[in-house]
């Protein structure tokens, strides 16, 4: 019995450096060397390889500050809100994934950058490469999404500027404006039932009433010249939600997988394991990082789209004013030619 007491008074186990900040497992690395004796201590009191963590920490420190023993066990018991996002891949990709944004993984990457965690079967701890955004675009406004220069990246490790490219074959929202404003025209002049896609597409344009302006537009002939002076200000509008809409579901997608981390609880209560995601916590730093840039992102493309709209406005309510007076001169011109008869 003092034997057995001896051996658990020499297991020293520090509460605050198990809170501390982790970094990247790397060759050599002194600040991971604690959090590493720590988990490496557990792990031998549980097998009982080790009596203390000095053992450990002699042997973690003979190895230049590496592992020594294989720590995947500590998400064993972790819940599907850990385990389905922190795993050998794209963190971004498995986070959108897991909300239903998945398709849109490759252009969240190229706006805001990535994340890659790898846990292979030779590595005894989570490795994590921040992957970053894609320089070649406009990351202050919804420029590139009304003139379709929107970029995608593939993921790469390490990565490479040639992971960049354009995403589709370059139709923004400017050509899709036009196209469906053409579209719907030709709907009115007909009669005909619009497409669902046409009817959303006008529910989603707030800043005009666009299917009263072609309407107006097919009764007195001047259809092109209506979608002349709107498309850019409905394109404008389409382009800010469709960034919206993606700076949106990373957020979503980040501070979900953010949260399930940080709350996480047990997958089944009656194992022995612990969840213990502090061996995640440099991914997770990361991935708030991203969540960052995603907020700066949404903050300065607001007041892009502001500036973008009262301009647009302005072109189009000139045009008007322009078009008005041309007629107001056109009936002048008549009424005095009556007169003259």
Not at 154 to 164: K, R, S
Not at 286 to 315: C, F, H, I, K, T
């Amino acid at each position: 019995m003092e034997a057995a007491t001896n051996f658990l008074n020499s297991i020293q186990v520090n509460d605050c450096r198990l809170a501390n900040r982790m970094v990247q497992i790397a060759k050599g690395d002194d600040n991971m060397s604690g959090i590493i004796e720590e988990m490496t201590g557990y792990r031998s009191v549980k097998q009982g390889f080790s009596k203390s963590y000095q053992q450990s920490r002699e042997r973690i420190e003979a190895n230049n500050n590496n592992p020594t023993e294989d720590l995947r066990d500590s998400l064993t018991n972790c819940p599907a809100e850990v385990t389905e996002i922190f795993r050998t891949g794209s963190l971004l990709s498995h986070a959108a994934t897991r909300v239903g944004a998945g398709d849109w993984a490759s252009v969240m990457r190229a706006r805001v950058g990535d994340v890659y965690m790898r846990w292979d079967p030779a590595d005894k701890v989570p490795l994590f490469t921040a992957i970053p955004q894609c320089p070649a675009q406009d990351t202050e406004s919804a420029q590139d999404f009304l003139t379709g220069r929107v970029q995608k990246r593939t993921l790469n490790v390490p990565p490479t500027a040639a992971d960049c490219s354009q995403d589709g074959p370059g139709r923004g929202a400017l050509v899709l404006a036009r196209e469906r404003m053409q579209s719907i025209a030709t709907k009115i002049r007909t009669r005909a039932a619009l497409t669902p896609e046409e009817r959303q597409f006008v529910a989603n344009v707030r800043t005009l009433p666009v299917y009263r302006m072609l309407e107006w537009g097919v009764r007195q002939g001047v259809v092109d010249s209506v979608i002349g002076d709107t498309d850019e200000l409905v394109a404008l509008t389409l382009a800010y939600q469709m960034l919206n809409d993606l700076t949106r579901s990373i957020d979503f997608a980040v501070s979900n997988a953010e949260r399930g981390a940080s709350a996480a609880g047990a997958a089944d209560g009656n194992s022995a394991n612990i969840c213990q995601t502090r061996i995640l916590v440099k991914g997770i730093e990361q991935l708030r990082d991203l969540r960052d840039e995603v907020l700066r992102q949404r903050a300065q493309m607001r007041q892009s789209y502001m500036a973008a709209l009262d301009q647009a406005n302005l072109s189009a309510n000139y045009a008007g004013l322009i078009r008005q007076r041309d007629r107001d001169a056109r009936d002048a011109a008549g009424a005095a030619a009556a007169r003259n008869q």
